[in-house]
């Protein structure tokens, strides 16, 4: 496949709360993912992160903005179109039991998708199962087992293989270890990474901590509000990270992995105070409200465009960009991580 397997340009999605009032959830946010490129997608909860993904699989309507999903525009799609190109863009879902109907066996599950798009007879379907167990590293004795049977770990095994029995052009990862142990967790990490490099298949993975994507993202995009506030080549996000927000979700790395007064202090004054609320976002910069940096002119009235930093090349569309009136006097960090420790 040439060209991205995942365009998106200034998406919004906009909903109602509970008691009618509007809110936006994603607001214009706009992201590009290439052939066997995986795309870490970072933030706090309620920041707009799956409700992205969703709308880039037209799960979820959009308000404004285009998505381009395997050279397909998903505005000139009908219905039937837009289930067959879903076929080749699964998710994998952070709760692996609740993502498993507990009625069927392993080898049902798996080949579920296979037999829905009529893609495969029944033989071929149990032979292309059982490779795909082998893939991903399930026994075969698991073949005839229920999810109850299974382990968290082994159950996300299950979730995965059936992702990738269609073969797809990209998956969208929504938290896939979230719910795991932290042993189990390294697991699934290193087994996507695996999986990712064999198959040449594009992941978007979505997660709420920067440490889970480090090792296995290209390249890495940073939202804060329903923004995109910081998006780079990971080893350059995890060395140089220039909006304060994204610096203070490292220091957080930093000070978990080693400790240390200064990074401590580091993360409280980057993350002090309370993240505003969807209903009533601050004027100006989303996150003006916790950055120690922010003025009132032009932090609080203006809202940033995305800038190409100082070092990257001008038009690439793989440079390190960042929305921030003031990334540039911004000091950097002491302290930065390398995005393979």
């Known amino acids: 496949m040439t060209g991205e397997v995942l365009s998106v340009r200034d998406l919004v999605v906009r909903y109602r709360s509970h008691d009618g009032q509007p809110f936006t959830a994603v607001n214009g946010v706009s992201l590009d993912i290439g052939p066997g490129e995986t795309f870490g997608l970072v933030g706090e909860t309620g920041c707009g992160k799956s409700t992205l993904a969703r709308a880039a699989l037209k799960l979820t309507p959009f308000q404004s903005g285009q998505v381009r999903l395997l050279g397909r525009d998903l505005a000139e799609l009908d219905g ?6 879903r076929r080749r863009c699964p998710m994998i879902f952070q709760d ?4 498993l109907d507990p009625r069927m066996n392993v080898g049902r ?32 004795e698991l073949f005839d087992r229920r999810p109850v049977q299974l382990s968290g770990g082994q159950q996300q095994r299950v979730g995965i293989a059936r ?19 932290v042993s189990i967790r ?40 329903g923004r995109m506030v910081e998006e780079a080549p990971v080893e350059d996000l995890f060395a140089h990270p220039r909006h304060p927000y994204t610096q203070g979700l490292v220091a957080a790395i930093l000070h978990a992995d080693t400790g240390g007064h200064e990074r401590l202090q580091l993360v409280e004054r980057l993350a002090a105070g309370e993240i505003p609320s969807l209903l009533d976002p601050p004027a100006g910069c989303a996150y003006q409200t916790r950055c120690p940096y922010a003025t009132d002119d032009p932090c609080r009235i203006v809202v940033p465009a995305a800038e190409v930093v100082a070092g990257a090349a001008d038009g690439e569309d793989r440079s390190h960009r960042v929305a921030c009136h003031h990334w540039a006097e911004i000091p950097a960090p002491a302290t930065t991580l390398e995005p393979g420790r």
């Open 186 to 225: 390294a697991q699934i990490l290193n087994l996507l990474a695996d999986l990712r490099d064999r198959l040449e298949v594009a992941f978007l993975f979505i997660a709420h901590d920067l440490a889970v994507v480090r090792h296995l993202s290209d390249r890495v995009g940073v939202m804060y509000l």
């Open 80 to 85: 039937r179109e837009l289930r067959k190109l």
């Open 109 to 140: 599950i798996i080949g579920e998708p296979l037999r829905v798009h009529d893609l495969a007879g029944r033989r071929d379907r149990e032979a292309k199962v059982r490779e795909m167990m082998e893939l991903v590293g399930l026994p075969d």
């Open 96 to 99: 692996p039991r609740g993502s």
């Open 163 to 181: 992702a990738l029995i269609t073969e797809p052009g990209l998956v969208v990862c929504d938290e896939p270890v979230s719910a795991l142990d």
